[in-house]
T-cell receptor, first 114, second 112 residues
């Protein structure tokens, strides 16, 4: 149980284009999902909290117009990186909250912007 | 953003040895969790701790929620090569946001 998937696992895009990443909870419903960013050899940094049916809450310093989050159902949240630049290249990981405390993570999406 | 301090930052150990790592904070947390991340993968939950002083085991792993609620410890007994990876602690405050704050990570390398 508590399986979270992400798609795609890897994506390469050109600078200036937009990329959408999907996060799905496969065997449970998640009213809250989280999006993280991880640079090489660093820890996970929370970007935003995604709540089903409402606007996402962004962490300080994260541009909400650049990282668009949509939590359209209890099993799906999407992150769209708009007008991507090379500095947006990173490992993006989502998690879904199961219960009050535990988060289960997806396998991550490696984004490379050329 | 805020991060929790983990130590050691990295360690090499011999197969069969026991491993200890800890996570400290200047503020109180109500829940502590330990995750393991393999290269190119998402973190996998190892142990969750919910009460100060709690000691919980999961196979060869044992974790404790510090009495002060500002720290947590993870021990791995009789390490094996597949224990290689990065171990992260995460703390959750009782603010209702369900957000985690992650530790800086401990990179473990096991020598066969």
């Amino acid at each position: 149980g508590a399986v979270v998937s992400q798609h795609p696992s890897r994506v390469i895009c050109k600078s200036g284009t937009s990329v959408k990443i999907e996060c799905r909870s496969l065997d449970f419903q998640a009213t809250t999902m989280f999006w993280y960013r991880q640079f090489p050899k660093q820890s996970l940094m929370l970007m935003a909290t995604s709540n089903e049916g409402s606007k996402a809450t962004y962490e300080q310093g994260v541009e909400k117009d650049k990282f668009l989050i949509n939590h359209a159902s209890l099993t799906l949240s999407t992150l769209t990186v708009t007008s991507a630049h090379p500095e947006d290249s990173s490992f993006y990981i989502c998690s879904a909250r199961a219960g009050d405390y535990e988060q289960y993570f997806g396998p991550g999406t490696r984004l490379t912007v050329t | 953003g805020q991060q929790l301090n983990q130590s050691p930052q990295s360690m090499f150990i011999q197969e069969g040895e026991d491993v200890s790592m800890n996570c400290t904070s200047s503020s109180i947390f109500n829940t502590w969790l330990w995750y393991k991340q393999d290269p190119g993968e998402g973190p996998v939950l190892l142990i969750a701790l919910y009460k100060a002083g709690e000691l919980t085991s999961n196979g060869r792993l044992t974790a404790q929620f510090g009495i002060t609620r500002k720290d947590s410890f993870l021990n791995i007994s009789a390490s094996i090569p597949s224990d290689v990876g990065i171990y992260f602690c995460a703390g959750q405050k009782a603010s209702g946001t369900y957000k985690y704050i992650f530790g800086t990570g401990t990179r473990l390398k096991v020598l066969a």
